[in-house]
């Protein structure tokens, strides 16, 4: 196979299943998925963009409500003075890797605070 630098060619990658079909790609784009519409949310009472959306504000009253500083906060999450600063003075993002952390130490109130519903 040559190849010219210019466009890449197309790779399909099979693991367990079938090819799709054109059946399923038109399927897929009259469910509205292709074209940019959100998927339907499959929780009941839950919804994940808004949940997104709200996470600098929920993991801040997070941090806040359940350390005693940014010291505690780096101590905690083994992470950079730099980054508990951040947590400690102002809404910012967190990674998925951190919420598993606080939901280690803290199950039920990092489930309500950050997820708004009561741990199982």
């Known amino acids: 196979m040559s ?7 197309n790779v399909t990658v099979l693991v367990g299943g079938s090819l799709p079909t054109v059946q399923h790609m038109q ?6 998925i292709a074209s940019g519409q959100k998927p339907v949310d499959a929780v009941e009472g839950v919804d994940p963009f808004l949940i997104a959306k709200q996470m600098p504000v929920r993991w801040w009253n997070y941090i806040r409500g359940n350390f005693t500083g940014w010291k505690n906060v780096q101590d905690c999450f083994k992470i950079s003075e730099r980054q508990a600063r951040k947590w400690w003075d102002k809404p910012c ?4 890797d951190k919420i598993a952390v ?3 130490l803290h199950p ?5 605070m950050l997820f708004g519903m009561a741990a199982e």
Do not use: I, L, R, T
């Open 102 to 104: 606080a939901k280690s």
């Open 3 to 9: 190849f010219d630098g210019g466009a890449y060619p």
């Open 27 to 32: 399927s897929a784009n009259a469910s509205g």
């Open 93 to 96: 993002g967190v990674h998925a």
């Open 108 to 112: 039920v109130q990092a489930e309500q």
